[in-house]
């Protein structure tokens, strides 16, 4: 009996071609991701999806961190005009084709279908629930695929402490524990229902003796100077949150207890990077370019102790991107901008921002 995309036994044949649905500015992290993990070839991505080919099977499909769904393509071409009843033409025509019935509520088979000025996709979802969407998280904040992707480019390493120090619901270090857990992670903030919040989303992840959880205030952190290998936190915004000397004082309490060498990633509100974009911080005149371009035009950052041996490429026009905000971006005393992607969170956009430290801080 032949198996399909969904059953546990089921493996794609040589060469299989898939696309994964991606939140708009995660394509650089998907991109890396499924070569990195599926071993991908004929890697490529058109704004909010990322086609590639490989033979895994189901099991390491559904390890995929930074997509939203997965989808056997069927088709790709160009655009070709359609009319606007396109889902129902379709539908009608399976049934008449294969005697099928329609089911929208509990469908057998379902068939994705994207129509563009740009091109047209046909695929199958290969699950039925999203890659995005983790069992082993209870409470929802930030959304998991960001908290993968913040965790993904700050260079973690066994033994390493990792501090979150605004960390809500703990998504981030949840994601980052799943992925590299022979780490010490420090969950901290002020608010008790946050924290509350964390404590049963480790529980429920099986990660309560993995992270540490502490109520205490991010301008405070109870922590020597220079003790913590990495930082990784969506600093807070809305009209609660004061910008101006609050934002200042994050950053240098994150530059007091971050040793030098080590990494910080930040989730930074429009308004944040604004602020921070303007000089409003203590900036020093050092040089964060780590970019360069090679003989096909294709852009490369270079990232400090790169293991994986894969080259970190994405198209011109997502690095063109995400380059001209990091230039604009001036260092904050001894921490210095080497990485920027611009993400969408739904209604709004941010910036997930890496920094490292240069120097000592003496504070």
């Known amino acids: 009996m032949a198996t399909g995309p969904r059953d546990p036994a089921w493996r794609p044949a040589a060469g299989a071609r898939f696309f994964c649905t991606v939140g708009r500015g995660l394509e650089p992290f998907l991109l890396r991701e499924v070569r990195a993990r599926l071993e991908a070839t004929e890697v490529e991505y058109i704004l909010g999806k990322v086609f590639f080919t490989t033979c895994s099977d189901l099991n390491m499909l559904k390890k995929l961190k930074s997509a939203e769904r997965l989808f056997l393509l069927i088709k790709k071409q160009f655009p070709f005009n ?58 929802t904040g930030l959304r998991s695929t960001i908290a993968w992707a ?7 390493e066994a033994g390493m402490f990792v501090l979150d120090p605004m960390c809500g619901f703990g998504t981030i270090l949840l994601e980052a524990a799943k992925e590299w857990p022979d780490v010490y992670y420090v969950g901290a903030d002020v608010s008790t229902s946050q924290l509350l919040g964390a404590s049963d989303n480790l529980k429920a992840a099986g990660l309560k003796d993995k992270i ?28 609660k949150f004061k910008l101006g000397k609050d934002i200042r004082s994050i950053l240098q309490e994150l530059e007091r207890v971050l040793r030098v060498g080590g990494t910080v990633v930040l989730l930074l509100s429009e308004a944040h990077h604004r602020r921070l974009k303007d000089g409003e911080g203590r900036s020093i005149p050092l040089n964060s370019k780590g970019c360069h371009t090679d003989e096909l035009g294709v852009a490369k950052c270079l990232i400090p102790k ?20 990091l230039d604009k971006m001036p260092p904050f005393g001894s921490l210095v901008p080497v990485e920027c992607y611009k993400v969408s969170l739904g209604k709004t956009d941010a910036f997930i921002y890496k920094y490292k430290k240069s120097h000592s801080s003496g504070l």
């Not at 997502?318 to 380059?323: A, D, I, K, V």
């Open 82 to 139: 359609v009319p606007s009843e396109i889902g129902r033409i379709v539908g009608i025509a399976l049934m008449k084709q294969f005697g099928w019935k329609a089911d929208l509520r509990n469908p057998n088979l379902e068939i994705f279908i994207h129509l563009s000025d740009i091109y047209s996709v046909v695929g199958i979802p290969v699950f039925r629930v999203p890659l995005a969407s983790r069992a082993y998280i209870r409470t």
């Open 150 to 156: 913040m965790a993904s480019v700050a260079e973690i």
């Open 212 to 239: 540490e959880l502490l109520k205490v205030s991010v301008i405070e952190l109870p922590l020597p100077s220079e003790s913590v290998d990495v930082i990784i936190s969506d600093i807070p915004f809305g009209k």
């Open 306 to 325: 790169e293991k994986t041996g894969i080259a970190k490429t994405v198209s011109p026009s997502l690095e063109s991107s995400n380059q001209e905000c």
